[in-house]
């Protein structure tokens, strides 16, 4: 989650060793982890870097309930970018109001993305709280500082504010809202990071919601706050999970520690050409970066928490820019048409410490005014401008580095 990631990552690495650690916990084998399913529930969530065909089939034939033949499919994905998150929340409620915004067949969220996904998939009539989430709290309503933390092993902020926050948008109404949707064919998948099995964990919240019941509310929102937790910031999410009658505690963190941003592996079903479920005529995929892609010169002290906080926030920028490259390639591999949007190099609001309200407001009001006249959406990625043939030779050159295509 951007900065603050950095600069709490940074205090944890001197945490005094040998210091009290997290109560005691039943870890899943090794062997039984994959075949683990939340208690009271099954087939909720899969890992994001395998194909499961059971799972994906699942999902493709849900999807499948709301195309058509000569319908166009519509993806989101939305990335984390703690407060930065203001600026997909803006665009998106201001591609809304500008009434082109369309109807997501499968929107994706990490970590700040997490918040956004379940208010977008809803639709419209949730953007007023959406709007609440970016634009009315600052950092005591997301976090308070727990500085006994550094000495007695426990986490080094507490999100119980965060926890209260979800709690108080996703109701049973807000659930019931999810589930009307996913039983329209569409799906939300939101990412977490398995701790002990270092892996990312992709969850099915609509079939979470349309349990309804209130172990399914309890999970839904665990699943959320389990994306937006920065490791060793805060602490991990345990979700209990069954393995025939034995029950064991995982751990779920922040779904950018695997993921900045993410695609569910159904997509390429639905467009592949393949099968019986190949019901639509191309797709578009409209992809959301809570950042910026751009490099930023700053000048950094010559002191090791500088160097060091500096060093792991180009490291998290640079693994977001791989995530984007690795879902560029897919679509233009499988024909999907591919859409990105991230925070303008002409912004220039500095933020006055984490989750500083009026830094979130200006940048949502940004993306509000860009949503709502137009975004003009990137096609390409930075040293992907399309390439020329030699005139003499025909041939194309080895790699072409330039500006950004739109």
């Known amino acids: 989650m951007t900065n603050l990631r ?70 989101l994905a939305i990335s984390g970018g703690a407060e930065d998150g203001a600026f997909g929340a803006g665009l998106l409620v201001g591609w809304g109001d500008g009434g082109q915004r369309p109807s997501f067949d499968m929107v994706t969220g990490v970590s700040s993305g997490a918040l956004i996904a379940p208010f977008i998939f809803v639709g419209r009539e949730r953007d007023t709280g959406l709007r609440e989430v970016f634009t009315a709290y600052g950092r005591k309503d997301i976090f308070t500082v727990n500085v006994s933390g550094l000495l007695q092993g426990a986490a080094l902020a507490d999100n119980s504010p965060l926890s209260k926050l979800i709690e ?10 999810i589930a009307r949707e996913s039983s329209k064919g569409r799906v939300l998948l939101i990412g977490t990071t398995d701790l002990d099995a270092q892996r990312p964990v992709l969850w099915d919240m609509g079939r979470i919601a349309s349990v309804d019941s209130l172990e399914a509310l309890s999970l839904f929102r665990q699943v959320l706050l389990a994306s937006a937790t920065v490791p060793g910031a805060f602490a991990p999410v345990r979700i209990k999970v069954r393995v025939g009658d034995k029950e064991y505690d995982e751990l779920h963190v922040d779904g950018g520690v695997t993921r900045q941003v993410f695609i569910g592996p159904s997509i390429l079903r639905l467009v592949s050409g393949q099968g019986p479920h190949r019901t639509a005529n191309g797709a578009r995929l409209f992809v959301i970066r809570n950042g910026r892609i751009d490099p930023q010169r700053e000048r950094v002290g010559a002191d090791v928490l500088s160097v060091t906080q500096r060093s792991l926030s180009t490291l998290i920028k640079n693994q977001g820019l791989g995530d984007l490259y690795r879902i560029y390639s897919i679509s233009k591999f499988n024909g999907i048409d591919f859409n990105l949007a991230s925070i303008p190099k002409d912004f220039q609001v500095q933020p006055d410490g984490p989750f500083d309200r009026t830094y979130m407001s200006a940048l949502f009001d940004r993306g509000y005014e860009m949503g709502r006249h137009g975004y003009p959406w990137v096609k390409s990625l930075p040293g992907l401008q399309p390439a020329r043939r030699d005139p003499e030779t025909q041939k194309l050159p080895v790699a072409m580095l330039g500006d950004v295509s739109r």
């Not at 950095?6 to 084998?29: D, E, N």
């Not at 994001?48 to 994906?56: L, M, N, R």
């Not at 108080?168 to 809202?177: A, I, T």
């Open 168 to 177: 108080k948008y996703v109701d049973r109404e807000f659930l019931h809202e």
């Open 6 to 75: 950095a600069v709490i990552a940074v205090l944890a690495s001197i945490q005094v060793a040998g210091c009290a650690a997290f109560a005691t916990r039943v870890v899943p084998p090794e062997l039984v982890a994959g075949h683990a399913d939340p208690v009271g529930f099954q087939n909720v969530r899969y890992w994001g870097d395998e194909a499961t065909p059971g799972f994906a089939d699942t999902l493709v034939q849900r999807a499948s309930m709301n195309a058509v033949v000569s319908r166009q499919l519509n993806f």
